[in-house]
């Protein structure tokens, strides 16, 4: 781990607050140097919503558009697997049915190591400026907006359970949570969709 000083001088460039905005010219300045933007949290939903959006103008009716954790279901219901973040790539915790909706899935169980014991992973808390320890190995989440999914998946695998299900709520998107200790939570609404693989 980098030391807290080099911490502290990273974290004065995060945030909204060094970007300037001017819709008039259409334009954005970052006002501290150094200080860089990075879509990579919603670069995925992103492209999916316009896939999307581009299949639906030339009248697809029915489809699936995988990214890779970012996925988009429409017309028929379809059955979408969930990784188990304890096995290796590919091994589903459970299958989820849904129609007509976005899932987007984001963990820290994929691109770790462990170091003295501690899991060190690219999900950077921008609180602490340190990777995220909430607890938390994945966050799946299902709703409308692929984007906005891939930006609150991230956001709420930082926050925890207990700081994102309200934001959660507030937006009307479901949410299976998978601890580092295992424990499976899912929101009510997709207990009758969810089953669980043995």
């Not at 699936?64 to 979408?80: A, E, K, L, R, S």
């Not at 999900?123 to 299902?142: H, Q």
Request: aromatic share 6%; proline share 5%.
């Amino acid at each position: 781990m980098p030391p807290q000083t080099e911490i502290a001088l990273c974290k004065a460039k995060c945030g909204f607050q060094n970007l300037r905005l001017d819709r008039m010219r259409g334009t954005a300045f970052l006002t501290q140097e150094g200080m860089q933007i990075d879509l990579g949290g919603i670069a995925k939903g992103y492209a999916a919503d316009e896939v999307r959006r581009m299949l639906q103008e030339q009248g697809v009716k029915s489809a699936q558009i995988n990214f890779g954790g970012t996925v988009v279901v429409w017309g028929q219901p379809q059955h979408i697997g969930i990784q188990n973040p304890f096995q290796k790539t590919g091994s589903p915790m459970a299958d989820l049915l849904v129609e007509n909706k976005a899932i987007v899935t984001s963990g820290i169980y994929e691109q770790c190591f462990f170091h003295k014991g501690n899991r060190l992973h690219h999900m950077i808390d921008p609180r602490t400026g340190r990777p995220s320890c909430s607890g938390l190995l994945s966050v799946t989440l299902i709703g409308d907006e692929t984007a906005q999914l891939d930006a609150l998946a991230t956001a709420v695998c930082c926050l925890g359970i207990q700081e994102g299900l309200p934001i959660l709520q507030k937006y009307g998107i479901e949410a299976v949570f998978v601890t580092d200790d295992g424990v499976v939570q899912a929101t009510p609404a997709l207990h009758n969709q969810l089953s669980f693989c043995a």
